[in-house]
Nanobody, 122 residues
Framework: VQLQASGGGLVQPGGSLSLSCAASGSRFVIYSMGWYRQAPGKERELVASITSSGSTNYADSVKGRFTISRQNAENTVYLQMNSLKREDTAVYYC?????????????????WGQGTLVTVSS
């Protein structure tokens, strides 16, 4: 199963940006999905996650500014980012907890998208 992220770009401080990430493949089930980010010189960190039932979790640094959502029928997760700050500049990665039903049996793994750059600058 592959994840394809899109929506990054350059935005001014205080602006908004929306990311999306779609999973493609066959015979799979997605459980939790999430967004991580990695700023230059820093470790990758969790930004937000959402379970298949819609329960969400956010990093303290983005609470009240970012909103994660998903469309289960489309196997897609979104991240709406408002009131962006310079410190939100990073490469954003989507992630999904997947069980793929192969002919050899079910296989569980985490899949990562390719990353999309978000730059917050004036």
């Amino acid at each position: 199963v592959q994840l394809q992220a899109s929506g990054g770009g350059l935005v001014q401080p205080g602006g908004s940006l929306s990311l999306s990430c779609a999973a493609s493949g066959s015979r799979f089930v997605i459980y939790s999905m999430g967004w991580y980010r990695q700023a230059p010189g820093k470790e990758r960190e969790l930004v937000a996650s959402i379970t298949s039932s819609g329960s969400t979790n956010y990093a303290d640094s983005v609470k009240g500014r970012f909103t994660i959502s998903r469309q289960n029928a489309e196997n897609t997760v979104y991240l709406q980012m408002n009131s962006l700050k310079r410190e939100d500049t990073a490469v954003y990665y989507c992630n999904a907890d997947i069980v793929e039903h192969r002919d050899s049996g079910p296989e569980a793994y985490y899949s990562w998208g390719q990353g999309t750059l978000v730059t917050v600058s004036s």
